[in-house]
């Protein structure tokens, strides 16, 4: 089975513009789930999208968002792009939602530079 | 506020000795439990899971502990080969949804 994949792997925006990030899951699986990845950070959960409904959300504004499709692939928009959003986007897949956490298989992220 | 903590930011092993990592965590709620190893510039690769009605899971080399009562969890790796040297990440997860909470990492080097 082909792994989750992100494109692009790599990025360099200036502040203020706007970027989208995709990820396709591992086939099969339904949920997808977005983490930030920064130095001493940590990951830090963004959030997940199961059958097209976001399902939880962590910590971060609204300038941050997602939205999966039909076929389970999901995008993530960052609007008016901040220095801070400087990080390692990854993208994680787990089989199912509402039965028990699930182990999640993460895909490679996508490295963002916001000059 | 931290809820997944890796005290130890970095461990040096000898190669053929055992590695243990610990990860200590403050909410009680918590019910399942993942270990990932993580090398520069890939993603987290999933390694061993466990969940609160066990205490302890192996696969292979590694296992996993967890003490419930002192919200303590520990890999452990026997023999360390010097391709275990990366960084390691534990996490933890409540309810029925996959929001997991992450330590920061403990990055280890098996040495020769």
């Known amino acids: 089975k082909a792994g989750v994949t992100q494109t692009p792997r790599y990025l360099i925006k200036t502040r203020g513009q706007q970027v989208t990030l995709s990820c396709s899951p591992i086939?099969?699986?339904?949920?997808v789930s977005w983490y930030q990845q920064t130095p001493g950070q940590g990951l830090q959960f963004l959030f997940e999208y199961f059958s097209e409904t976001q399902r939880n959300k962590g910590n971060f504004p609204g300038r941050f968002s997602g939205r999966q499709f039909s076929n389970s692939r999901s995008e993530m928009n960052v609007s008016t792009l901040e220095l801070g959003d400087s990080a390692l986007y990854l993208c994680a897949s787990s089989p199912r939602w509402g039965q028990g956490s699930e182990t999640q298989y993460f895909g490679p992220g996508t490295r963002l530079l916001v000059l | 506020d931290q809820q997944v903590k890796q005290n130890s930011p970095s461990l040096s092993v000898q190669e053929g000795r055992i590695s243990i990592l610990n990860c200590d965590y403050t909410n009680s709620m918590f019910d399942y439990f993942l270990w990932y190893k993580k090398y520069p510039a890939e993603g987290p690769t999933f390694l061993i899971s466990i969940s609160s009605i066990k205490d302890k899971n192996e696969d292979g080399r590694f296992t996993v502990f967890l003490n419930k009562s002192a919200k303590h969890l520990s890999l452990h790796i026997v023999p360390s080969q010097p391709g275990d040297s990366a960084v390691y990440f534990c996490a933890a997860s409540e309810g029925t949804g996959n929001q997991f909470y992450f330590g920061t990492g403990t990055s280890l080097t098996v040495i020769p």
């Open positions: 086939s099969g699986h339904r949920s």
